[in-house]
């Protein structure tokens, strides 16, 4: 029987436990993604002699294991096999152990466990962009180890639980670094969701670099490429956004694809989470390529060579008429590209305006987005934010407000999308000068946190803001079904870490 409980849509929010979890990962898929991490435990334990084509492995085993990226056992038992090679003989560790143990240990492994998930796949992004950091690299290794340590106790964990928010701020920076040097400092940039006529591709998840391959290959072919989900900070980078074919964003976020994708004459690449169980409406025009595997459909290697991609878009031939797929709040264009290079060109017109009283709060609300229909929380504290407080944002739980036009302040939009949930780098950056300018601590500055968590990578930068220190942060939808009652009442002692309540709740007991 399977057992998995690393996501915000875990059956019964406790665990998914049966033939096959909330996310459409079986029981087999769920096993073998056990016993790869059991090998990466052993591999770590074994003490490798360690090399750039070990780490690599170790990163990718990390990032096949994040929600909704590979649900292909063959090519997770390929994955197995290749580890095991490396790890001298030593099995896999049994994950049983881990899923048995005290809940208390078993919790904070786990969110040392689920957030090097999540910062492998950053790494990974760095990593094929010809970026790595050994303090990165180096700490994935111990972690594995601490995980698979039977006699490690609470008072060693807890360190390593914040050594991996450590750990993730050095790779989001590492990934900020090597997104920059390769396609610039993201600007301002106006997306349209409207599709043109002729053949296209839609390109989800957050790798930048297979976007990039995609633009070469198909530019000049009379094929046009959108971006979804993740993808859509791309078109912020002059690098990528050079590309006239590169047109526009399509749809909203990952949970509303196997409604979006129906019927759609285009072919879909992922590149990372989020995929979700194709329907066998649309399954023939879905491809995959680096860790994102399923069943049956075809997947793009190493080579990069996107012809497969590009010869079903040709043969689909898309829509006749353009046609506009519009947001969740019916809008049908979005605005991207406010990272800290954008936001802090801009800081001195900011500070002035909170000076001036013209800004009253910032509000990061950002993370996930998700199928639970309490997420509708997020939508309606941004419409009910007053008209002098902005509004940062992040990841793919934008789409459930990124459409609305809530105006502006001094010239900038109130909604100031930063990126990808990578770009939670920026956010970091930005209250960081803030709080400079301002002369005071971060958890001093008129600035609320309201996130919105899913999968593992919003794990790492969790704890990413709790080693900075950053205090009642509200989390939602529910609560991490991993975290214990005792390590939570730690979280809220020691973070002030709050569950979100309701919109009007929450807004009155931030705002006063
Ligand atoms: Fe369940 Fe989430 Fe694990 Fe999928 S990833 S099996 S939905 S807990
Ligand atoms: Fe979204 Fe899957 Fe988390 Fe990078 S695409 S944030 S959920």
């Known amino acids: 029987m399977m057992f998995c409980f690393q996501c915000e849509q875990t059956a019964g929010g406790r665990a998914c436990t049966g033939r096959a979890g909330v996310c459409g990962k079986t029981a087999d898929v769920a096993d073998l ?18 090399s750039e084509a070990l780490d690599r492995k170790v990163i990718l085993g990390l990032f096949t294991t994040v929600t909704n990226v590979n649900f292909d056992a063959a090519g997770i038992e390929r994955a197995i096999d290749g580890i095991l090679a490396e790890s001298g003989g030593a099995p896999p560790y049994d994950m049983e152990k881990l899923w048995s143990a005290p809940e208390d240990i078993r919790a904070l492994k786990s969110l040392i466990l689920f957030g090097v998930r999540g910062m492998a796949a950053y790494a ?11 303090g990165v690299n180096g700490f994935l290794y111990t972690a594995l180890s601490a995980v698979g340590d039977d006699a490690i106790g ?35 940039t106006k997306v349209t969701q409207e599709v043109e006529v002729g053949p296209f591709i839609v390109v989800s998840g957050h790798d930048l670099h297979d976007l990039k391959l995609l ?7 009379g094929v046009n490429v959108y971006t979804h989900g993740e993808m859509l900070p791309a078109h912020a980078y002059p690098g990528l956004k050079k590309y006239a074919h590169l047109k526009g964003n399509f749809g909203t976020a990952w949970q509303n694809q196997q409604k979006e994708f129906a019927d759609v004459p285009a072919a879909f690449l992922f590149t990372t989470n989020c995929l979700m169980p194709p329907k066998d409406s649309y399954a023939g025009r879905v491809f995959t390529t680096a860790a994102v595997g399923y069943p049956g459909l075809t997947h793009i290697g190493e080579d990069k060579d996107f012809w497969p991609v590009i010869e079903k878009a040709i043969g689909l031939g898309g829509y006749p008429s353009a046609r506009a797929i519009p947001g969740v709040n019916g809008g049908t264009s979005v605005t991207t590209g406010f990272g800290h290079g954008a936001v802090l060109s801009a800081a001195e017109a900011v500070v002035g305006a909170v000076k001036a009283g013209a800004i009253r709060h910032f509000f990061l609300v950002g993370g996930c987005d998700g199928a639970r229909p309490g997420r509708n929380y997020f939508t309606d504290f941004v419409k009910m934010a007053p008209a002098d407080t902005m509004i940062l944002t992040l990841a793919c739980g934008k789409y459930r407000f990124n459409d609305l036009d ?9 909604i100031l999308d930063m990126g990808q949930c990578n770009d939670a780098y920026s956010a970091i950056k930005v209250a960081l000068a803030l709080a400079d ?12 946190l309201v996130l919105s968590w899913y999968e593992q990578k919003a794990v790492s930068i969790l704890l990413t803001l709790l080693h900075l220190g950053i205090k009642n942060i509200r989390l939602g939808p529910s609560l991490p079904a991993f975290v214990s009652p005792a ?15 309701t919109p009007a709740g929450d807004m009155k007991a931030i705002l006063g």
Do not use: W
């Open 487 to 501: 390590i939570l009442d730690f979280l809220v002692a020691n973070f002030g870490i709050a569950p979100t309540t």
């Open 215 to 221: 633009l070469e290959q198909t530019e000049g072919r």
């Open 406 to 414: 809530i105006g502006e302040i001094g010239g900038l939009p109130r």
């Open 437 to 448: 300018a301002f002369g005071c601590g971060v958890n001093d500055l008129p600035l609320t």
């Open 33 to 50: 993604q056990d016993r790869l991490t059991g090998a990466l435990i052993a591999l770590a334990k074994s003490n490798p002699a360690r």
């Open 154 to 188: 609470q008072e060693e964990l807890l360190p390593l639980v914040l050594g991996t928010g450590e750990a993730n701020l050095k790779c989001m920076e590492l990934l900020d670094k090597a997104n920059t040097e390769a396609y610039g400092t993201p600007e301002p």
């Open 124 to 134: 990974y992004h760095a990593l094929v962009l010809g970026h790595a950091d050994e």
